[in-house]
């Protein structure tokens, strides 16, 4: 009976410290978008920004690539506090500081265990901003841990990542301009070098307005 009770112990505790480690590797998710500008069309605007898109993810610092005909890629840069994106019509990357957020949370309500993707029961995090409505759908089993991203208030980043202390699953974002959802098709865990998060040799920067 020892034996079992200390098996058992062992597994309990391997399980937790696996689901308290942060993240390493790719989520794929698939975007959806409805234009609410008169001069774009639902489709128009996911060829744009891309119906598809590959998160990378390794300690404090991320990389998104899309398939859209205009944005190609964003990287955060922990250490700079930084997110660079590229864009198709030009080699030089715009950034933004990740210190800025022009948005406000108004309210924000959580709701546990409404939705399972991908085989993960996700909790959910509505939050109520000034510039519209955004809902994230999570399982602590993704976990990532806040303090990494305690300076990203950019696009209300560490707001979301501070009460979930997980990645998105799915999120749906309503603004004045679109509604965006995404989903993910796939999770994998995957070592990945830190030369995979660095800016491209040569490259020039400019800061963007926000």
């Known amino acids: 009976m020892k034996a079992k009770a200390l098996l058992f112990l062992l597994t309990i505790l391997c399980m937790a410290t696996s689901f308290a480690q942060t993240f390493e ?3 794929t998710y698939k975007n959806k978008y409805k234009s609410k500008m008169p001069n774009v069309t639902d489709a128009q605007l996911t060829s744009m920004m891309g119906g598809k898109y590959e998160y990378y993810i390794k ?3 991320y990389k998104s690539t899309t398939n859209g ?6 990287l ?7 997110l660079y994106n590229k864009m198709a019509s030009t080699e030089t990357l715009t950034w933004y500081d990740g210190a800025v957020n022009k948005d406000s949370i108004l309210k924000l309500e959580l709701n546990e265990g409404v939705t399972e993707i991908l085989g993960y ?9 000034v510039s519209g409505v955004q809902k994230y ?3 602590k089993k993704i976990a990532v841990d806040p303090k990494l991203f305690a300076n990203h208030k950019f ?19 309503d603004n004045a ?10 999770v994998q865990e995957v070592k990945l070098e830190e030369s995979f998060f660095a800016l491209p040799a040569g490259v020039a920067t400019t800061q963007g307005a926000l």
Not at 156 to 173: D, F, G, M, Q, T
């Open 121 to 129: 029961k996700c909790d959910e995090l509505i939050f109520t901003c």
């Open 137 to 139: 759908y999570f399982s």
């Open 177 to 186: 301009q679109f509604t965006w959802e995404s989903i993910a098709s796939d």
């Open 25 to 27: 590797g790719k989520i």
């Open 155 to 173: 696009m209300n980043w560490y707001e979301y990542i501070s009460r979930s202390n997980a990645l998105p699953l799915k999120a749906i974002v």
């Open 69 to 74: 005909l205009m944005l190609q890629w964003q």
């Open 76 to 82: 955060y840069v922990n250490k700079e506090n930084k």
């Open 59 to 61: 300690n404090g610092n």
